[in-house]
Each structure stands twice: as structure tokens, then as C-alpha cells.
């Protein structure tokens, strides 16, 4: 059944503008009609994002990621999903906005955004020099943590009310193969692998 529903969830793209019912500055989200089970994202602004819809299990029933252009429109067809509640996430660069949708008697609803602002940190390797660069709007305590490739933790510390964050680590003389940084903020967390060699 989880296969119909990704199949049968198509997006199109229109170039059109549309009147928002839940919105942020960047996206508006609505009801293409009121007795109808389709929604439509406008674009307020180009940007990577990554849409996502899952079922009240939290099971993924549909997922794309690319590049959406601004005055743009995507409608997303949910005439395939029984009457229930749903949840649809968008990630933007710096944003992770939610909307709870519920299907009654074949009509969708959408509820306003639930917005939170996520940290996307930076590695980057370089001569022997790895360099985390991190934005912290919130500005929460972000903790970091490194293993090595046996899941020996390496480093550990707590940075807190730290707007920005750039740290350099050498990783030139670690026997260590590879690294995994783990960063974790409130209900957030980030983890990344780099290869040392």
C-alpha cells in the first residue's frame, strides 16, 4: 500500500503565484480547493529543498530533494491517501518547516507552519587540517564529539552561546583512518564521516 501512495503522489511544477493559507516568508501552503485533496507550494524565493511526507507511523510515503525556483508552484496530489493525518517537511538551507494535514471525507486540510531553524555545520579538509564552520542562530549549546573509525571517542566538548562557530582540528599525525564528527543542539544533531588518508 506505502508503494501506491509514493507512486500516486505526483508533483507538478507550475509557474503560477498563488494565496497562501499557511506561509513564511520563503513558502505559502494550501488547499487547491476546498473539496479536493490537493495542496499547493508557492515559491517565494529560489532555494535548495527537500520535501517530505510521512504517515502517522512517521513511515516516509514521499520524498524529493532539488532545487525550486522562486514565483514557482508545486502541487502535490493526495487523492491516494485515506482519510488521516499526515505530516509534510520542508528543509530549506537554514529552515525545517512542518505542516500536520488531515484528510477528512476526502477533503485535505493544512495547518500553520510549525518553523524551526536548523544548523547545517561545515567540514572541510585541507593540508592536513580539518575546519568545522557552524552557524548557530539559536545560539543553544552545541555539543561535538569525534570517533575514530573503531568508535573511540577522540574529542568531546560543549560550546555554549555560540553564535558562530569555527574550529580547526590536525588531523595530520592521528593514526585514525577516519573520523566522525557528531554535533547535537536541543533536538537537533548532525553527523559526518571524513576520510583522513
Not at 593540508?127 to 568545522?132: I, R, S, Y
Request: avoid cysteine.
Amino acid at each position: 500500500m506505502k508503494n501506491l501512495f509514493k507512486i500516486s503522489l505526483i508533483a507538478t511544477v507550475l509557474f503560477s503565484n498563488a494565496g497562501a493559507y499557511a506561509n513564511n516568508d520563503d513558502l505559502s501552503l494550501k488547499v487547491k480547493n476546498e473539496k479536493e485533496k490537493i495542496i499547493r507550494l508557492s515559491i517565494n524565493q529560489t532555494q535548495d529543498m527537500e520535501v517530505t511526507f510521512y504517515d502517522v507511523d512517521n513511515d516516509i510515503l514521499y520524498q524529493k530533494k532539488g532545487q525550486v525556483l522562486a514565483g514557482s508552484s508545486k502541487i502535490y496530489n493526495l487523492t491516494a491517501f485515506p482519510d488521516g493525518d499526515y505530516v509534510m517537511k520542508l528543509e530549506t538551507g537554514s529552515k525545517l518547516i512542518e505542516y500536520q494535514i488531515n484528510i477528512k471525507n476526502d477533503i485535505a486540510s493544512v495547518s500553520m507552519p510549525s518553523i524551526k531553524e536548523v544548523f547545517k555545520p561545515i567540514l572541510t579538509k585541507k593540508n592536513g587540517l580539518v575546519t568545522l564552520n557552524l552557524d548557530n542562530k539559536s545560539q543553544n549549546p552545541v555539543e561535538l564529539i569525534i570517533f575514530d573509525e573503531f568508535n573511540n571517542e577522540l574529542y568531546t566538548k560543549v560550546y555554549k552561546d555560540s553564535a558562530k562557530l569555527s574550529q580547526k582540528f590536525n588531523v595530520g599525525k592521528t593514526s585514525a583512518k577516519k573520523l566522525t564528527f557528531i554535533l547535537k543542539s536541543e533536538d537537533q544533531d548532525f553527523n559526518k564521516t571524513i576520510d583522513i588518508n
